[in-house]
């Protein structure tokens, strides 16, 4: 079988050390492959094809006051090509999982990201991503058992691919006070992130079993604190991670008869201490 050769071309221009820009094509490939399955399965052994993608992304880096603050911007697109997607065999009495082919994908994002420091003792730092993952063509599949029952899927086009929220991002400060505290830097930091809604599930082919619908995962929000000190060959620091003790839905798996769910850690509290030798 012949498959496509993965391929990159990048090109930079530095307008002087505070500027660069970028902008990158490439393609890629993911080869077939055999499904191994049960006899009794109606899911083809060889139902998947070479996986194909054509990629786009132009970028800035750039830097301001002195070097105090750092500011990237970049936007990527990509064109996904006979994509493969885990399947349930359709027949009750059959637990069986495989994978077939849909006809394309398309993946639009933007990122921003910035890093400051002040002129005091203080840094930053900031993300946020935008990211629209959907199917650009409508794909049908069928399949056919031994007594003729013939099993139909349809994922329509605009369809959102799972797991991927639209919207996220992510904000740091850090501050670490004049003088020592035990013969160390003392300092503290607050970590916050954002995780915007997801489905759990490719609408019209993966949740097939079980029969449950596709799911919207909600958005989450999680803070972490830590106060810490830093000597010459040590550090320690007392930490709170998932401040609010937010329970996220990671991920809602609809594979089982009752529905599974995987959640992120709870409000933890902890202390860590690092010497080097």
């Known amino acids: 079988m012949k498959t496509a050769r993965p391929w990159k071309l990048n090109g930079t221009y530095r307008f002087d050390r505070d500027l660069l820009v970028y902008a990158t094509y490439s393609e890629g490939f993911r080869v077939g492959g055999a499904n191994p399955l049960k006899g009794s399965t109606m899911l083809a ?3 998947t094809t070479p996986t194909t993608s054509k990629n786009y992304e132009v970028g800035a880096k750039t830097e301001w006051l002195e070097h105090r603050l750092r ?3 970049s936007a990527y697109y990509m064109k996904w090509d006979n994509f493969a997607v885990q399947i349930e065999d359709p027949q009750p009495e059959v637990f069986q999982l495989g ?3 849909l006809a394309s994908a398309e993946i639009r994002a933007s990122r921003l990201s910035s890093r400051q420091r002040s002129a005091g003792n203080g840094s930053s730092m900031a993300r946020l991503r935008t990211t629209t993952r959907e199917t650009s063509e409508a794909s049908t599949f069928s399949a056919t058992n031994e007594d003729g029952d013939t099993f139909d899927f349809q994922v329509e086009e605009g369809a959102r691919l799972p797991l991927s929220p639209e919207w996220s ?9 004049s003088g020592l505290l035990f013969n160390a830097q003392p300092y503290f930091r607050f970590d916050y992130s954002y995780v915007g809604e997801s489905v759990n599930s490719l609408e019209g082919i993966e ?17 972490d604190l830590r106060f810490g000190l830093d000597g010459d060959h040590w550090s320690g620091s007392i930490f709170i991670n998932n401040l609010w003790d937010e329970r996220a839905d990671l991920f809602l798996s609809n594979r089982w008869g009752v529905q599974r769910q995987a959640i992120n850690p709870p409000r933890t509290l902890g202390i860590q201490v690092r010497y080097t030798f």
């Open 45 to 47: 052994e060889d139902c």
């Open 99 to 101: 994978y077939v082919n």
């Open 169 to 177: 991002g992510a904000l740091g400060i850090e501050f670490r006070p």
């Open 71 to 73: 500011f990237n911007i």
């Open 207 to 223: 949740s097939v079993v079980s029969g449950r619908p596709v799911e919207t995962q909600a958005a989450y929000q999680i803070g």
